[in-house]
């Protein structure tokens, strides 16, 4: 892998040198942006390979192009390990990406004008649970249940009489900004008093239900699963749809050839070793370990008696209330932030007054600092700087000082795949 990039200074080193800017912005940075994280190196050189090279449209045993052997063979193994690590039925390791792996499940299972039960997008819910701007909140009719910003718990008589009220035919949770778990059994419940499809978006945690350091929905007998595969689980960028063998077949028609032409064989190659990895005790602790870092981070923030949304974290994330804890909004924080070298992501929380490019909080994950290594303590040192720095984002002494700690402090946990 190294290799390569060297290969690519001689031929192109305009290209070369934007890369090995990134790797050093990679190094020298803490990335605590919850949807981010560093692919195994395996994932890496699997991306790098020859099966870059091949068109497979169809799937194992059923293509449209000659030369499968080896296709079908990775395919296979990526569609059998993703049913082992998640008990589950059937496996759909094709969609390029989370946004499609979700709109393939909504126009394979619903006809237009469909109701879907959804978070709000304000509580947690993703681009693609039907935000008004997107496609599929104009294609179907999304209708909202929300949270209890104080503690995040789900008020479940108010989403079982929505639900009763308008029957929707598929119902879904699964969020982008939500620091709690999911009561899968009771919203099951509600789904079967109503008929509907009981569906989780897992994207962000999909790999801590993989590590089993978070519930699997399948054990509450949910219908199906989606999950991105580059985030938690620290794949190749994708994403995968898990499901009940009665639904196989329309998902599969769904993906290809409904929303789909070729699959990317080799992010499904870096898949299949994804999920060969993810089953080692090795990554069963690190999945351990990021929600000990995010509980330990949390606890910082508690201590310095600024205002997180729903109070703590039971997951891999932290929603802070920036305005009321600091008095700045959003993009300041994450722009502060930015110049002591830690990357986060402004935030709206739930009912946001403020518009989106201005919202009123910041997101802060803990999957890819834990892949570099870092533990607890690691995490109170973090915290304190970032704490320190959003009480005095105009101090730039203070900041350019914490920058260059950070920077050493980054010496110490090498990113993996660079070093
Ligand atoms: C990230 C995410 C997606 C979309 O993934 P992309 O690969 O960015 O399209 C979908 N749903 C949820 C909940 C996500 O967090």
Redesign the pocket.
């Known amino acids: 892998m190294r290799e390569n990039i060297e290969f690519l200074m001689e031929n192109d080193g305009e290209l070369y040198e934007a890369m090995q800017g990134e790797e050093e912005r990679q190094r020298q940075g803490i990335e605590l942006i919850p949807?981010e994280n560093y692919a195994f190196p395996e994932v890496l050189a699997a991306l790098g390979s020859v099966f870059t090279n091949k068109y497979s449209e169809g799937y194992p045993g059923r293509r449209y192009y000659g030369g499968q052997e080896f296709t079908d063979r990775i395919e296979n193994l990526a569609r059998d390990r993703a049913k082992e690590v998640f008990r589950c039925e059937h496996a759909n390791v094709q969609p390029l990406?989370?946004?499609?792996m979700?709109q393939a499940v909504y126009l394979g299972l619903l006809e237009p004008g469909d109701t879907i039960l959804a978070m709000d997008l304000s509580h947690g819910g993703?681009l693609?649970h039907g935000a008004p701007v997107s496609h599929m909140g104009k294609l179907f009719n999304f209708v909202r249940y929300v949270t209890d910003p104080s503690d995040g718990s789900f008020d479940f008589d108010q989403i079982l009489r929505d639900a009763r009220k308008h029957k929707p035919k598929l119902m879904l949770c699964?969020?982008?900004s939500y620091p709690r778990d999911i009561d899968y059994k009771a919203f099951k419940t509600i789904a079967d008093d109503v008929g509907a499809i009981s569906m989780t978006?897992a994207?962000?945690f999909g790999g801590l239900v993989a590590g089993e350091a978070m519930a699997n929905p399948f054990d509450f007998g949910f219908d199906l699963v989606t999950t991105?595969t580059?985030?938690s689980l620290r794949g190749p960028?994708g994403?995968m749809i898990l499901c009940k063998e009665k639904f196989a077949s329309k998902i599969d028609k769904s993906v290809f050839p409904g929303l789909q032409g070729g699959p990317h064989m080799n992010a499904v190659a870096a898949l299949a070793v994804t999920l060969k990895l993810v089953q080692s005790s090795h990554f069963k602790d690190y999945a351990d370990q990021v929600l000990k870092n995010s509980k330990a981070l949390a606890e910082v923030f508690t201590e310095s008696e600024s205002t997180l949304i729903t109070g703590g974290t039971d997951n891999h994330m932290l929603v802070l209330d920036t305005v009321k804890s600091y008095g700045i909004d959003g993009k300041v924080a994450e722009e502060t932030l930015d110049e002591v070298n830690v990357t986060t992501n402004k935030q709206i929380i739930p009912d946001d007054p403020n518009p989106p490019l201005r919202p009123s909080g910041i997101r802060i994950g803990t999957p890819a600092a834990t892949a570099r290594g870092m533990k607890e303590s690691d995490m109170k040192q973090l915290g304190s700087w970032i704490d320190r720095s959003l009480r005095s984002p105009s101090d730039k002494k203070y900041l350019q000082r914490t920058r260059m700690e950070i920077t050493d402090f980054c010496r110490n946990f090498p990113v993996p795949g660079l070093e």
Request: proline share 0%; aromatic share 6%; net charge positive.
């Open positions: 949807s990406s989370g946004s499609g979700n993703h693609t699964g969020y982008t978006d994207s962000h991105t580059h985030k960028r994403g």
